[in-house]
């Protein structure tokens, strides 16, 4: 790097004469070198004042202020007192000129007229000396910065390891509670797999299913827990706004915790306002949003507990409250709830604890809504109220009619072929359309799906993605392209279902996009919705 070019030197030339100032002006000129010249002891102090000088040349014998004068103030001011002197005198001065001269501060006398190389031999001393200063200064505070850097990036890098060893622990610990939270439901899965194998009786084997449902619907969450943690961090999740009202995400995400709360035996409460307060928000994330909270004061608070929800309007936004009397968060832990992969604790006698996500989930999908999240705990086994403050829809919508006329989907046979690789979750998805009074056939290939749409001619199809050689889209724009089966709704059915993939599925012609495990009220939702069709 190329350094920076070192200030110029200034000497000072003190003489009350101007040709003797032109003169000493022409002998010392040379590059680098600044020339100040005065005509009197007062002009000198005051480009003293404004200029560090390396050299004084000062002449002794002035009018006003003699040179002798001008050195002793020189010496009496901390700014100039260092300043080497060389002082010009038309003769000899005797011992005591000589001794006072000295005593004031100079460094040398010369006699007039001068001798030209003897001057300048003695400026360029000076000159050599200050540059020598000149440049000890800028290594000094080269290295000062230089230290300086070396600290911040040994202090960032301090940080920085610190930060790779927390996120390493966290990562640590997030594996094995997967581990755990996944074991979990599987023993009573492989349990109940072995009761409906020797169960005599039709009671013992609907406990069995309901119980296998409930631990199948405890997996799928933590899986989509993951799914949306992953795409949210990777910018993948897309919004779909639109105006609804604060009291309905409230009821969706209170239906959708309510098993949880209701198996802690807790009480809840609702507050809302008499006014209706609408956001301009994506009601799946909102409700997931609340629902959350809510499994999570349910899961942490004792059994016999108190949940309450409240909702109020707050200058412009809308403000969903979330209270329990729970295990409360350590004053500490406050700042950290809201971390990636971070639990309050290892609470041994509080079942399915969860990953460390949620919270985090929570905290993305609110500050995507424009809106923010925070906590309050009084401590430990004090409870904790959780508070979502969301801005409220600049407009007031006209308030929209109930919608209560969608019909049920039952009464209405449809053909329908579900194309899965998987056999089991072909003839189990088949089976149950069936119980519901559909007509249905199977099918775990491309080939095989073309072929028995040819034969059956389905007014539903039920379409797996990753199918073996011909994949799911592929199957679709062929569907797409016969004319006896243009009509046919097309359903993907997959496990991936970020905005991409429904972007994909969409342009290959499916009708909707189900992700797998499709829950039986989503199965039940999109019939519904197709009752109104044409048959």
Do not use: C
């Given at each position: 790097?190329?350094?920076?070019?070192?200030?110029?030197?200034?000497?000072?030339?003190?003489?009350?004469?101007?040709?003797?100032?032109?003169?000493?002006?022409?002998?010392?000129?040379?590059?680098?070198?600044?020339?100040?010249?005065?005509?009197?002891?007062?002009?000198?102090?005051?480009?003293?004042?404004?200029?560090?000088?390396?050299?004084?040349?000062?002449?002794?014998?002035?009018?006003?202020?003699?040179?002798?004068?001008?050195?002793?103030?020189?010496?009496?001011?901390?700014?100039?007192?260092?300043?080497?002197?060389?002082?010009?005198?038309?003769?000899?001065?005797?011992?005591?000129?000589?001794?006072?001269?000295?005593?004031?501060?100079?460094?040398?006398?010369?006699?007039?007229?001068?001798?030209?190389?003897?001057?300048?031999?003695?400026?360029?001393?000076?000159?050599?000396?200050?540059?020598?200063?000149?440049?000890?200064?800028?290594?000094?505070?080269?290295?000062?910065?230089?230290?300086?850097?070396?600290?911040?990036?040994?202090?960032?890098?301090?940080?920085?390891?610190?930060?790779?060893?927390?996120?390493?622990?966290?990562?640590?610990?997030?594996?094995?509670?997967?581990?755990?939270?996944?074991?979990?439901?599987?023993?009573?899965?492989?349990?109940?797999?072995?009761?409906?194998?020797?169960?005599?009786?039709?009671?013992?084997?609907?406990?069995?299913?309901?119980?296998?449902?409930?631990?199948?619907?405890?997996?799928?969450?933590?899986?989509?827990?993951?799914?949306?943690?992953?795409?949210?961090?990777?910018?993948?999740?897309?919004?779909?706004?639109?105006?609804?009202?604060?009291?309905?995400?409230?009821?969706?995400?209170?239906?959708?915790?309510?098993?949880?709360?209701?198996?802690?035996?807790?009480?809840?409460?609702?507050?809302?306002?008499?006014?209706?307060?609408?956001?301009?928000?994506?009601?799946?994330?909102?409700?997931?949003?609340?629902?959350?909270?809510?499994?999570?004061?349910?899961k942490y608070t004792p059994d016999g507990g108190r949940i309450n929800v409240s909702v109020e309007h707050d200058n412009g936004y809308a403000v969903v409250?979330?209270?329990?009397?729970?295990?409360?968060?350590?004053?500490?832990?406050?700042?950290?709830?809201?971390?990636?992969?971070?639990?309050?604790?290892?609470?041994?006698?509080?079942?399915?604890?969860?990953?460390?996500?949620?919270?985090?989930?929570?905290?993305?999908?609110?500050?995507?809504?424009?809106?923010?999240?925070?906590?309050?705990?009084?401590?430990?086994?004090?409870?904790?109220?959780?508070?979502?403050?969301?801005?409220?829809?600049?407009?007031?919508?006209?308030?929209?009619?109930?919608?209560?006329?969608?019909?049920?989907?039952?009464?209405?046979?449809?053909?329908?072929?579900?194309?899965?690789?998987?056999?089991?979750?072909?003839?189990?998805?088949?089976?149950?359309?069936?119980?519901?009074?559909?007509?249905?056939?199977?099918?775990?290939?491309?080939?095989?799906?073309?072929?028995?749409?040819?034969?059956?001619?389905?007014?539903?199809?039920?379409?797996?993605?990753?199918?073996?050689?011909?994949?799911?889209?592929?199957?679709?724009?062929?569907?797409?392209?016969?004319?006896?089966?243009?009509?046919?709704?097309?359903?993907?059915?997959?496990?991936?279902?970020?905005?991409?993939?429904?972007?994909?599925?969409?342009?290959?012609?499916?009708?909707?996009?189900?992700?797998?495990?499709?829950?039986?009220?989503?199965?039940?939702?999109?019939?519904?919705?197709?009752?109104?069709?044409?048959?």
């Amino acid at each position: 790097m190329t350094r920076p070019a070192l200030a110029p030197v200034h000497f000072l030339l003190v003489d009350d004469l101007e040709e003797n100032l032109i003169a000493l002006e022409a002998l010392l000129r040379r590059d680098g070198l600044v020339l100040l010249t005065a005509r009197s002891g007062p002009e000198a102090l005051e480009l003293l004042l404004k200029h560090e000088v390396a050299l004084a040349l000062v002449d002794v014998q002035m009018p006003e202020m003699d040179g002798f004068e001008l050195a002793e103030l020189m010496r009496g001011t901390e700014r100039t007192r260092r300043v080497p002197i060389i002082f010009l005198t038309a003769g000899n001065p005797d011992q005591s000129r000589r001794f006072r001269g000295y005593e004031a501060g100079a460094v040398d006398f010369l006699n007039k007229p001068i001798e030209p190389h003897t001057l300048r031999s003695k400026a360029d001393v000076f000159f050599e000396l200050w540059r020598e200063r000149q440049e000890v200064a800028r290594q000094r505070d080269e290295l000062k910065a230089a230290t300086a850097e070396n600290a911040r990036l040994l202090e960032e890098t301090r940080r920085t390891a610190d930060a790779l060893r927390e996120a390493d622990r966290r990562k640590d610990e997030f594996l094995a509670t997967l581990a755990h939270e996944l074991r979990n439901p599987l023993a009573p899965i492989r349990n109940g797999l072995q009761i409906l194998s020797l169960a005599q009786s039709a009671d013992t084997a609907a406990r069995a299913r309901a119980m296998m449902e409930r631990q199948l619907g405890h997996m799928v969450r933590l899986v989509d827990d993951l799914l949306d943690i992953s795409r949210v961090t990777s910018g993948k999740v897309r919004l779909r706004p639109e105006l609804i009202e604060v009291r309905t995400a409230v009821e969706a995400a209170i239906e959708a915790s309510r098993p949880a709360i209701e198996a802690g035996q807790h009480t809840l409460t609702v507050h809302t306002p008499n006014e209706q307060l609408w956001l301009q928000a994506d009601p799946t994330r909102l409700a997931q949003v609340i629902g959350n909270l809510l499994t999570n004061a349910a899961k942490y608070t004792p059994d016999g507990g108190r949940i309450n929800v409240s909702v109020e309007h707050d200058n412009g936004y809308a403000v969903v409250r979330v209270k329990d009397t729970g295990l409360g968060i350590p004053a500490d832990m406050l700042p950290r709830v809201f971390d990636l992969f971070t639990q309050v604790g290892k609470h041994l006698d509080r079942a399915q604890g969860g990953l460390g996500i949620g919270l985090a989930l929570v905290k993305r999908l609110v500050e995507m809504h424009g809106g923010e999240v925070t906590v309050e705990s009084p401590g430990p086994d004090r409870g904790s109220t959780f508070s979502v403050r969301m801005p409220l829809a600049p407009d007031a919508p006209v308030i929209p009619l109930s919608s209560n006329s969608i019909r049920t989907a039952r009464g209405k046979s449809r053909r329908v072929l579900v194309v899965d690789d998987n056999a089991d979750a072909a003839e189990s998805l088949s089976e149950l359309l069936a119980l519901s009074g559909h007509k249905t056939e199977t099918a775990q290939s491309g080939p095989e799906a073309l072929s028995a749409a040819a034969r059956f001619h389905p007014e539903l199809v039920f379409l797996d993605i990753g199918l073996p050689g011909m994949n799911g889209y592929e199957v679709a724009r062929t569907l797409r392209a016969d004319p006896s089966s243009t009509k046919a709704v097309l359903v993907a059915l997959t496990g991936w279902g970020s905005e991409e993939d429904r972007r994909r599925s969409a342009e290959a012609g499916f009708d909707f996009h189900l992700t797998k495990p499709v829950e039986t009220g989503q199965l039940e939702g999109l019939l519904a919705k197709l009752a109104n069709g044409p048959a």
